[in-house]
Nanobody, 121 residues
Framework: VQLVESGGGSVQPGGSLTLACIGS????????LSWYRQADGKKRELVVV????????RYEDFAKERFTAFRDNTKNTMYLKMLNLKPEDTARYFC???????????????WGEGTMVSVAS
């Protein structure tokens, strides 16, 4: 059972990236998933939670205008599309599995190892 993130990289301010999180070893569509991020020296913070079916999303305020989460359960993959990236978006981005399909269910200890996003000119 694991989650593996990919798609990070270095971009200039104003650039875009789409991250991916692939799950394996469990029935992917049965679980809500979330994206978190952690910048150096800061606490890990929630970005967005998406329900098992993908129809319900809960974004943190900073992510509402520039970030879009979606999932393709036929590919066991969740995505995070990020537009107009800013230096303050520099962080390691993680995905996490929740306890049930509902977006308001608690997160579990199943995390990926993360993918690094660096935004600098």
């Amino acid at each position: 059972v694991q989650l593996v993130e990919s798609g990070g990289g270095s971009v200039q301010p104003g650039g875009s990236l789409t991250l991916a999180c692939i799950g394996s070893g469990f029935k992917f569509g049965d679980y809500a998933l979330s994206w978190y991020r952690q910048a150096d020296g800061k606490k890990r913070e929630l970005v967005v939670v998406i329900s098992g079916g993908g129809g319900t999303l809960r974004y943190e305020d900073f992510a509402k205008e520039r970030f879009t989460a979606f999932r393709d359960n036929t590919k066991n993959t969740m995505y995070l599309k990020m537009l107009n990236l800013k230096p303050e978006d520099t962080a390691r981005y993680f995905c996490r599995r929740h306890k049930t399909t509902y977006s308001n269910s608690p997160g579990t200890d199943l995390w990926g190892e993360g993918t690094m996003v660096s935004v600098a000119s």
